[in-house]
């Protein structure tokens, strides 16, 4: 900084001014500080400068390690929205979501003297370990527990199922089937309760809930026993890649979709639109929700005192096809 100093016939505490966006510097003093930093080769040392400001320009972020599509496009879409703000990013990827290890890889965060954290395990397991932690740098869970009043940045499961529960019900079809995600995840919870919610409001009947997981797999094994079912001729799949594996296992049995059976489900996967049927979704704003989580982090360390509430970010419904067909059974009256 010296050497930039004298370079550009400045003082050391102008370069320190420029170097922090500080309003009092003159528009032509600091291009010319900027020109010499570019001859000189200088780049501003984060490390040493943390030792001074107390400030990492750093989120930490505790993610499963997973290749799910959610998390996956979470964890890329708050890369940018720290970027975009000024923050690098140190992700920390915990194998098993116990109470234990998800204590652990924060607690390696907070070493790091991160600025703050976002912890993208929307699990119960997860969530109990934050709860016990005494953090000391703002802490913002992702489609966590929607119990917690803040600290908690998460889309909307409820209304997205509502959504996607009410298009088939607008379709004819007297009710929907629900393909649920793990027992466990907060977002699987949430589909449930919009979709229950929905057939309760319309004094509809409400079937049993079809457990599954995240994948393809589970979506199979459902599909071929919706296949064999008659009265089935609406479901909403609580991921997309759920769906995939009913419509390959009607496929397989001789089925369409929507023919044989309308079908909505959840993520908005890049593929949805190039399936053959394209498939009709509901997409959650996963950019919205890294803003907001940022935003939260910035706004606590400015302002101190208790974390913000955050309103849930509402998704879209994405409409490939419609979700009528011959089967339905239209409400009466």
Known sequence: M???????????????????????????????????????????NRAARALVTGATQTIGVVTQATPLF??????????????????????????SVDRESVAAAVERQLAQRVDGIVVIVPVESAQAALDDLDASVPLVAIDGDPSRLSGLVTVDQVEGARLATQLLLDAGHSTVWHVSGPSDWFDSA??????????????????????????????????????????????????????????????DLGHEVPDRLSLVGFDDIPEAAYLTPSLTTVRPDFAEVALRA???????????GAAPQVPAVP??????LPCGNSHARRPSG
């Open 190 to 251: 949430g589909r449930v309760q919009g979709w229950r919610t929905t057939l309760e409001a319309a004094g509809r009947d409400v079937p049993p809930v079809i457990a599954g997981d995240w994948t393809s797999v589970a979506g199979y094994r459902a599909g071929q026993m919706l296949a064999r079912m008659p009265e089935a001729t609406a479901v909403f799949a609580a991921n997309d890649h759920l769906a995939l594996g009913i419509m390959k296992a009607l496929r």
């Open 2 to 44: 010296t050497d930039v100093a004298a370079l550009a016939g400045v003082s050391h505490q102008t370069v320190s001014r420029v170097l922090n966006d500080h309003p009092n510097v003159r528009e032509t003093t600091r291009l010319r500080v900027q020109a010499a930093m570019t001859e000189l080769g200088y780049r501003p």
């Open 70 to 95: 959610g998390p996956v496009r979470l964890r890329t879409a708050l890369e940018l929205a720290a970027s975009d703000a000024g923050f690098d990013v140190s992700t920390v990827s915990v194998r």
């Open 294 to 304: 940022v935003e939260a982090i910035v706004s606590w360390r400015a302002q101190g």
């Open 315 to 320: 998704p879209s419904p994405v409409l490939q």
